[in-house]
């Protein structure tokens, strides 16, 4: 696989080649370029399988590269700004890491790219690949929930609660004031509803925001005892198919 790298921090340009090589070991890095201009006069003499390009180089934007030169590599975007994610995916981008480059991340970009190149019509699935990346990227995500109260309806805000349960057959959210609101919504349609970035499904019974863990504790069978803010259940358990998951959830 012959890799061109756009990059304008140096140490950022290492630590990506040095994970290309750790992750691809008959890689070749044919070049790494630190501006739009080096950029585009070594495109338009050179081919490359797969190019990594971040988005602020020295001079300009990347995306300026798009306009004066034929890209016709795949590319996956490597920056530490997420306001241009949608406007990478309208160009050659099969994948959009944010930084510091995460070495799990970085691994499914690359596995994506192969998949990708494997399959006949690759282009036609990389289309397809980027659409649905795009669709991720706009995905609206819950902000409130209209509950019911007496007689009368309120509006939940979903940062003000604290995490989700199932209790016979019935799902309630319990909000930092300690009270509990019934909702029409079973778990596995609420962890398609809520950010997974402030909310994790850790059991058949428990959906849970990062703040309202208030302690951790080892558990049997490698499993993770949880202690939660307002929370009366003492067997509140990550499942121990879910722990390494929760562990990365949580490391973000």
Not at 30 to 57: G, H, P, T, Y
Not at 187 to 195: K, R, Y
Request: proline content about 3%.
């Amino acid at each position: 696989m012959n890799v061109l790298i756009i990059e304008d921090e140096p140490q950022a340009a290492e630590r990506l080649v040095s994970l290309i090589q750790e992750l691809q070991p008959d890689s070749e890095i044919c070049a790494k370029l630190d501006s739009v201009k080096r950029s585009v006069e070594w495109i338009s003499k050179n081919s490359v399988d797969l190019i990594f390009m971040d988005i602020q180089l020295a001079d300009g934007l990347s995306f300026d590269i798009f306009e004066k030169v034929e890209v016709k590599a795949p590319v996956i975007f490597t920056t530490a700004y997420n306001e241009y994610a949608l406007k990478a995916f309208k160009v050659n981008s099969i994948d959009y890491i944010l930084k510091p480059v995460d070495k799990d991340e970085l691994t499914a970009a690359v596995k994506k790219y192969q998949n990708l190149m494997a399959q006949p019509l690759a282009p036609a699935k990389m289309l397809e690949s980027i659409g649905y990346a795009m669709q991720m990227l706009t995905k609206k995500y819950k902000e409130r929930f209209v509950i019911k109260v007496g007689e009368h309806l309120k509006s939940v805000e979903v940062k003000e609660i604290l995490f989700f349960f199932s209790l016979e057959k019935t799902t309630f959210a319990q909000t930092k004031d300690g009270r509990k609101h019934i909702l029409d919504f079973t778990l596995d349609q609420l962890e398609g509803l809520l950010d997974p970035a402030h909310f994790f499904k850790i059991n058949r019974k428990y959906i849970v925001s990062v703040t309202s863990i208030q302690d951790m504790i080892s558990h049997v069978n490698s499993r993770i005892k949880l202690v939660l803010k307002t929370c009366d259940d003492i067997d509140v358990i990550v499942a121990r198919e879910r722990v390494q998951e929760f562990k990365k959830w949580l490391d973000k």
